[in-house]
């Protein structure tokens, strides 16, 4: 097929998803529901006291990031696509500043409560919904209960950063695995906060394969499955209803004459998996969902083209896996992701690395937003999406709404962004 000799040369392709089926204004295709988004937002809502007791800077206890329109960044494309451009800022969700913010956090506190439920320390009756207040949590005899059990993650940097934070801040005893490509200012914030941190020579793969072998072998440890895990997928979900919530607020509807463009830089799968999952709940055929992958690891891509999902990994055509945009930097895709993708993704779509620095550059000086080169590749989807003719989707209009899914930022030191940014101009 020619794409595949495409992805195997590292060239940039746009593929259109044969495979999507309808699911009408809102709801998943053949209501197949994978994740309860309400349970999960219920969950965030039980916790946001300790969230707020714990990170007094997180507004409310909520974990959320500002939809913001782009207007100077869009007018260089005014010409070339129609519609209101934004930008989803999770690069600036509080504690962990990436939208690892999203699923991360919310498995470690669905293992904490369940721990403290399941010890008699903690009321929440599910029947009911009635619970007691969970910032209590961060008592002192809470914490010294949850040191005696540890969390295990293997990661390129950010869903690291995230898992580790917020279970130092819970009290349990955590291990970060983590890739040689991992910055290295992610392992040093890491260790400052009290978290192990142990590298690996070899790619992300390895390091997952290792944390998951270390984990099972002890029974306290609890192993957050970049690969494979519901728990991480429905905290990413809960952003669909949160995106529809914002909508609301600034009195925007999404309709059949008010198409959304979602635009999702992709690695393993699990972060733009679960946001297009909440996409599809809320706004159903009316949204059109795309990933964006590195030449170098388009494991996404080839994995829904091939139609063999996670059995096949990017070595296997050649592909070396390495880029610059360090969070996408992934092999082989989530099977729970890729599966559940097959129905409900309207296209993947792959950018040359040289291209993320411009655009870096290029939205620091329209907006003064600071986003990492990962959450770039979003960008280059406006130009496959205005010059496609075929009918999988209509082409944008001035009602048309564009999201960028900005996937993280907000950490990297300052030294860096200046670097990113001078290397863009
Ligand atoms: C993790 C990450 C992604 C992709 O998420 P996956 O769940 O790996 O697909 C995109 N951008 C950034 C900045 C990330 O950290």
Not at 243 to 248: D, G, K
Not at 352 to 375: G, M, Q, V
Request: hydrophobic share 40%.
């Amino acid at each position: 097929m020619n794409l595949i000799k495409k992805l195997t040369d590292c060239e940039e392709i746009f593929w259109i998803n044969t495979g999507y089926v309808s699911c009408g204004d809102a709801g998943q295709p053949d209501g197949e529901k994978i994740v309860d988004i309400d349970e999960a937002e219920a969950r965030l809502l039980r916790f946001a006291p300790f969230i707020e007791r714990v990170f007094p800077e997180v507004k409310n206890g909520i974990i959320e990031s500002p939809l913001t329109e782009i207007e100077n960044f869009g007018r260089a494309y005014k010409d070339s696509c129609k519609g209101r451009l934004f930008l989803k800022q999770d690069s600036h969700l509080p504690i962990s500043g990436s939208v690892k913010a999203r699923g991360g956090i919310y498995e470690v506190l669905k293992l904490a409560e369940t721990l403290a439920v399941r010890e008699g320390l903690l009321n929440w009756n599910p029947e009911t919904g009635e619970h007691e207040n969970y910032a209590k949590l961060a008592d002192s005899d809470m914490r010294e209960f949850f040191s005696k059990y540890k969390v295990a993650v293997g990661s390129t940097g950010n869903l690291g950063l995230s898992i580790g934070i917020i279970s130092a801040a819970i009290g349990f005893q955590v291990t970060v695995h983590m890739s040689a490509d991992a910055r290295q200012w992610k392992k040093d914030m890491l260790r400052s906060k009290g978290v192990t941190v142990v590298e690996y020579p070899d790619d992300y793969e390895a390091a997952v394969a290792q944390g998951r072998r270390e984990a099972e072998a002890d029974p306290l440890c609890h192993f957050v499955d970049d690969e494979n895990s519901l728990d991480l997928f429905a905290g990413y979900s809960v952003a669909g209803k949160r995106l529809a919530h914002q909508f609301e607020e600034k009195g925007i509807t999404i309709d059949m004459d008010h198409r959304l463009y979602v635009y999702l830089p992709c690695g393993v799968g699990g972060a733009p998996g679960g946001v297009t999952y909440g996409i599809k709940e809320y706004f159903g055929d009316n949204a059109y969902c795309f990933f964006a992958e590195p030449t170098h690891a388009p494991c996404m891509a080839l994995g829904l083209i091939t139609g063999k999902l996670n059995e096949i990994a990017v070595g296997d055509i050649g592909i070396d896996g390495k880029t610059e945009a360090d969070g996408l930097a992934v092999g082989r895709p989530s099977r729970l992701v890729a599966k559940a993708m097959q129905s409900r993704l309207t296209g993947c779509f792959t950018v040359d690395d040289s291209k993320l620095y411009p655009y870096l550059a290029a939205l620091k000086d329209a907006e003064d937003i600071f986003i990492e080169p990962s959450a770039c590749a979003g960008f280059e989807g406006l130009h496959y999406i205005s010059e496609y003719e075929g009918d999988a989707f209509p082409a944008p209009d001035e009602n048309s709404i564009h999201i960028f899914w900005a996937t993280g930022g907000n950490m990297v030191p300052e030294d860096e962004k200046v670097a990113y940014y001078e290397r863009g101009k």
